[in-house]
C-alpha cells in the first residue's frame, strides 16, 4: 500500500490500514523489553533467599516501611 493516498483508498482497505497500524501499536507498547535476557547469577540467588525466607515464616517488609529506611518520602 505504498505511496497510496488514504483518500484512494476503500472503506475495506481503510480499516485494514487502520486495524494493522492498532495491531503494531499496540504490540510495541505491550512488549517485554526484558525478552530473552537472562538473570545473573547472584540474582537468582538472591531471589531463591527471599523465596525460602518467605516460605519459612517470615512476613514481607510493607514498602512504606521500606521506604522510611531507606530515607525516602512516601
Known sequence: ME?????????????????EIVVQALSEAL???D???????D???ELQRS???LRAG????PAREVAERLGLDW
Open 43 to 45: 540474582f537468582v540467588e
Open 51 to 53: 523465596l525460602a525466607t
Open 31 to 33: 512488549m517485554d523489553p
Open 3 to 19: 505511496g497510496v493516498k488514504v483518500a484512494d483508498l476503500r472503506i475495506d482497505e481503510f480499516r485494514e490500514l487502520v486495524r
Open 58 to 61: 517470615a512476613r514481607p517488609l
Open 35 to 41: 525478552q530473552g535476557l537472562e538473570l545473573r547469577e
